[in-house]
């Protein structure tokens, strides 16, 4: 299995380009998260989903969309890329039996907005 | 206000000590997860905690609920136990963690 994977590892914008980040998992969980990882701040949710086709706001969702089409796919987009999304996005999943579920970690995507 | 709150926020010890990493929160929790990161940057979990104790090697994981208040110990320190230790707090009524902001544990042979 490989667990929680992510695409791009790094990638470098221009503040108004678009990008969209690719969380893939191998292990049927239904819910899936993005976090986003500053300097100096804890683990900041931006957007979840409970479940193929279903998706719903966290903490910082402004500035990002996200779509859950396949149950095994998360997708965060910038449409228009701003230095202060400059950050280390995580992705995670988990089974559907609560809090008490182990979440599972992505390795990371590092972006850069200039 | 849901917070989560972790002491110190750095540590430096040398290899063989005693460690010992706090975790406070302000209101009632449904669980508590304890997560390292290691400079590499990837996140895994070491333990989820709703009551009492657990151990893992040389990892121990306390809780308690009355005075709303976790630690992590690592005995018989290593360098390898350097990262940032994380704790993540599911308070009642919510879907979702709440992280603090991390202990960057550094031990020195």
């Known amino acids: 299995n490989a667990g929680v994977t992510q695409t791009p590892k790094f990638r470098v914008l221009k503040t108004g380009q678009s990008m969209t980040l690719l969380c893939a998992q191998d292990?049927?969980?239904?819910?899936m998260y993005w976090y986003r990882q500053d300097p100096g701040m804890g683990l900041r949710l931006i957007h979840y989903?409970?479940?193929?086709?279903?998706?719903a706001k966290g903490e910082v969702p402004d500035g990002y969309n996200v779509s859950r089409l396949k149950k095994q796919n998360f997708l965060l987009g910038l449409e228009s890329a701003a230095p202060s999304q400059t950050s280390v996005y995580f992705c995670?999943?988990?089974?559907?039996?609560?809090?008490?579920?182990?979440?599972?970690f992505g390795p990371g995507t590092r972006l850069l907005v200039l | 206000k849901n917070e989560v709150e972790q002491s110190p926020q750095n540590l430096t010890a040398q290899e063989g000590e005693f460690i010992t990493i706090n975790c406070s929160y302000s209101v009632g929790i449904s669980a508590l997860h304890w997560l390292q990161q290691h400079p590499g940057g990837g996140i895994v979990s070491l333990f989820m905690l709703s009551s009492g104790k657990k151990k893992h090697g040389r990892l121990i994981a306390t809780i308690n609920i009355q005075e709303k208040h976790s630690s992590l110990h690592i005995t018989a320190s290593h360098p390898r136990d350097s990262a940032v230790y994380i704790c993540?707090?599911?308070?009642?009524?919510?879907?979702?963690?709440?992280f603090g902001t991390g202990t960057r544990l550094t031990i020195i042979p």
């Open positions: 993540a707090v599911a308070f009642f009524g919510n879907e979702k963690l709440t």
């Open positions: 995670a999943s988990r089974t559907s039996g609560g809090n008490q579920e182990t979440q599972y």
């Open positions: 292990m049927n969980h239904e819910y």
């Open positions: 989903s409970v479940g193929e086709g279903t998706t």
